[in-house]
C-alpha cells in the first residue's frame, strides 16, 4: 500500500500561512491523496482532495507536485482554532469498487499567538 | 441532520469480557469502515464493508469481528482475544464505491479495558 511521511510537528504565527508537506513517492496513477486534520480525542475533520490537479476550497489549496511524489497542503491565513494534527492520507483502491484510506502519523501543527 | 453517530463516546470493561460499539449513519452511505488508533499513533483500518452482509479484514483484524446486517449499521465487537483493546475506535463512512468523494468520520469510542 502506497505509505506516507510528514513531519512530526511544526509551529506556525497566527494569521501567517502554514505549509505542510507530504511525501508519498509510491503513490500509484488512480490513487487519490486526502487531507484530513483531528483536534484531540474528536474524529477526522476532512480538508481537501486532488487526484494531479492542484486544489482550493474555503479551508486550504492542496499543491501535487508534477510526479505526483509529493504534496503540500497550504492554510493561508493559520488561526489559533487550527491547531491540530494533520494527515495526509493516501486512497488505495482494493478491488470490487472498494477503497480503503491510508493514515500516515501525522503532523501535529501549533499556531502560536 | 446527517451524520454518523459512535456510542457511547467512553467504554470500561474489564479483561477477558467481549464488547460491542455501536457505530450508525444516517447518510445512505454505501462504505462503513473501522479504526483504531493508539496514543500518538495514526489511525489503523480493522474492517471495511462495501454493502450488506459482505466486510472485509483491514490490516489489524485480529480480535475483533464485524457485521452489516443493515446499510445504516456496522458495529464492531472487541472480543476476549484482542491482546492490546484499549484504544481510540473511530467509524467512518464513504458515500459511493466508485466515486470522487471522502470519507466522514464519527466521534470516536474510548475504550478501556481494566
Known amino acids: 500500500d502506497a505509505k506516507t511521511t510528514q513531519p512530526p510537528s511544526m509551529d506556525c504565527a497566527e494569521g501567517r500561512a502554514a505549509n505542510l508537506p507530504c511525501n508519498h513517492s509510491t503513490i500509484s496513477g488512480n490513487e487519490y491523496v486526502y487531507w484530513y486534520r483531528q483536534i484531540h480525542s474528536q474524529g477526522p475533520q476532512y480538508i481537501i482532495h486532488g487526484l494531479k490537479n492542484n486544489e482550493t476550497n474555503e479551508m486550504a489549496s492542496l499543491i501535487i507536485t508534477e510526479d505526483r511524489k509529493s504534496s503540500t497542503l497550504i492554510l493561508p491565513h493559520a488561526t489559533l482554532r487550527d491547531t491540530a494534527v494533520y494527515y495526509c492520507i493516501v486512497r488505495v483502491w482494493v478491488g470490487s469498487g472498494t477503497y480503503k484510506y491510508i493514515f500516515g502519523t501525522g503532523t501535529r501543527l501549533k499556531v502560536l499567538a | 441532520d446527517g451524520g454518523i453517530t459512535q456510542s457511547p463516546k467512553y467504554l470500561f470493561r474489564k479483561e477477558g469480557q467481549n464488547v460491542t460499539l455501536s457505530c450508525e449513519q444516517n447518510?445512505?452511505?454505501?462504505?462503513m469502515y473501522w479504526y483504531r488508533q493508539d496514543p500518538g499513533q495514526g489511525l489503523r483500518l480493522i474492517y471495511y464493508s462495501q454493502i450488506v452482509n459482505d466486510f472485509q479484514k483491514g490490516d489489524i483484524a485480529e480480535g475483533y469481528s464485524v457485521s452489516r446486517e443493515k446499510k445504516e449499521s456496522f458495529p464492531l465487537t472487541v472480543t476476549s482475544a484482542q491482546k492490546n483493546p484499549t484504544a481510540f475506535y473511530l467509524c467512518?463512512?464513504?458515500?459511493?464505491?466508485?466515486?470522487?468523494?471522502?470519507?466522514?468520520f464519527g466521534q470516536g469510542t474510548r475504550l478501556t479495558v481494566v
Open positions: 467512518a463512512s464513504n458515500p459511493d464505491r466508485g466515486r470522487n468523494t471522502e470519507a466522514f
Open positions: 447518510l445512505n452511505h454505501d462504505a
